[in-house]
């Protein structure tokens, strides 16, 4: 499975963008996808995730309250309301077959980046 994410770009602080993620396969079905992002220097970190079968979703604390994930025929999303300097990061979609693996951090599929700049 490959994954395609997109919507990155350049916001203001308080202001909001929308990712997206795409299965190669057409569909997420059967699998748990999540949002990870990479600051600078830093670890990647989870974000948020979402099982496709029951749409239930978990995020990260610093997140909760201003992102949410969430999906469509084939795409997993990722809104993200107000924006502060340190979302700054390059957001990874990925997916795996087990909720676990993802919140773990060690999902099998990963996408390419796709950066996320917030100026203050």
């Known amino acids: 499975v490959q994954l395609q994410a997109s919507g990155g770009g350049l916001v203001q602080a308080g202001g909001a963008l929308r990712l997206s993620c795409a299965a190669s396969?057409?569909?997420?079905?059967?699998?748990?996808a999540g949002w990870f992002r990479q600051a600078p220097g830093k670890e990647r970190e989870f974000v948020a995730a979402l099982t496709w079968s029951d749409a239930s979703t978990g995020y990260a604390d610093s997140v909760l309250g201003r992102f949410t994930i969430s999906r469509d025929h084939a795409k997993v999303h990722l809104q993200m309301n107000s924006l502060k300097p340190e979302d700054t990061a390059v957001y990874y979609c990925a997916a795996d077959a087990l909720t676990q693996a993802v919140v773990a951090g060690v999902p099998a599929y990963w996408g390419q980046g796709t950066q996320v700049t917030v100026s203050s």
């Open positions: 396969e057409g569909t997420f079905s059967r699998t748990t």
